[in-house]
Nanobody, 129 residues
């Protein structure tokens, strides 16, 4: 059974930092890409970052570029999302998802939800002003 476990959310002040973790089990990790998505209240879910677990190639949405960093630890089968300079508009439930790396990274829309086959539960990030 393929499972993705996201954790690390919490309450932080504007300008603060958080690191989210996504632990994967049951999949061939280095044949996968992991994406981070978020859904703010009343808004659609958006893809914000993804990484090729084989070579570490990363892709970011403009909304987080320069503030968030995605990284992978293959030994731990874990993908991290380091979030710095957080803003109130970053408040959302954050999800991680896994897809075939050859499909995700080659896509013109690597942050499109349709690229991903498996989803974890969300972790809530709240940024106070």
């Amino acid at each position: 059974e393929i499972q993705l476990q996201a954790s690390g959310g919490g309450l932080v002040q504007t300008g603060g930092s958080l690191r989210l973790s996504c632990v994967a089990s049951g999949l061939i990790f280095d044949e996968s890409a992991i994406g981070w998505f978020r859904q703010a209240p009343g808004k659609e879910r958006e893809g914000i970052a993804c990484i090729d677990n084989d070579d570490g190639y990363a892709y970011y949405a403009d909304s987080v570029k320069g503030r968030f960093t995605i990284s992978v630890d293959n030994a731990k089968k874990t993908v991290y999302l380091q979030m710095n300079s957080l803003k109130p508009e970053d408040t959302a439930v954050y999800y991680c998802a896994a897809g075939d790396r050859t499909i995700v990274i080659a896509s013109v829309t690597p942050l499109g939800e349709i690229m991903y086959d498996y989803w974890g539960q969300g972790t809530l990030v709240t940024v106070s002003s």
